[in-house]
T-cell receptor, first 109, second 114 residues
């Protein structure tokens, strides 16, 4: 079966750096997405990786290793507004998104 | 601004009373999706349309139906809501169904079943 694993919850301090990991097993691979979802709101797109390596976008970076079935989202200079759930989703060989359950990130002052 | 709009934002219905949720988009995207999301769970894909081609996920209950009368609008009908159908329903769109085509989400409709 297809599976996306990410930690259920993480806690970090304002101003610090946090890394949210995602491992996946899917039928084929057409890219990996990270979305941010604030409580009670819709997911919003953060990043897309299809080739190995690091993609940087401001305070957020996303890394992919296809051989290891592994990605991480790196958040720098954490702000209180970064408190949200972060969802990892992989596009499989049928171009269907397989979603993880999300990692709830709690930022403390 | 181009966007995905869902109405209503909050819907309360009674057990067994049909309900319709609506979604519209100004992005002119070919693909529209309906997801169900329960608290602390991954979004679960119910249906998607590529243009007018309807695709039903294998495990979507028959209780759920969908219509896409034109490019801009899509509806989710729940014929006989049960308590287990209480959830957030998310509509999303994408330009195409290929790698790299991110999905754009509406704000969601939170359904309560009494």
């Amino acid at each position: 079966g297809q599976n996306i694993d990410q930690p259920t919850e993480m806690t970090a301090t304002e101003g610090a750096i946090v890394q949210i990991n995602c491992t996946y097993q899917t039928s084929g691979f057409n890219g990996l997405f990270w979305y941010q979802q604030h409580a009670g709101e819709a997911p919003t797109f953060l990043s897309y990786n299809v080739l190995d390596g690091l993609e940087e976008k401001g305070r957020f970076s996303s890394f992919l290793s296809r051989s290891k079935g592994y990605s991480y989202l790196l958040l720098k200079e954490l702000q209180m507004k970064d408190s949200a759930s972060y969802l990892c989703a992989v596009m499989d060989s049928n171009y269907q998104l397989i979603w993880g359950a999300g990692t709830k990130l709690i930022i403390k002052p | 601004d181009a966007m995905v709009i869902q109405n209503p934002r909050y819907q309360v219905t009674q057990f067994g009373k049909p309900v319709t949720l609506s979604c519209s988009q100004t992005l002119n995207h070919n693909v529209m999706y309906w997801y169900q999301q329960k608290s602390s769970q991954a979004p679960k894909l119910l249906f998607h349309y590529y243009d007018k081609d309807f695709n039903n996920e294998a495990d979507t209950p028959d209780n759920f139906q969908s219509r896409r009368p034109n490019t801009s609008f899509c509806f989710l009908d729940i014929r006989s809501p049960g308590l287990g159908d209480a959830a957030m329903y998310l509509c999303a769109t994408s330009r195409e169904r290929t790698g790299g085509d991110e999905q754009f989400f509406g704000p969601g409709t939170r359904l309560t079943v009494l």
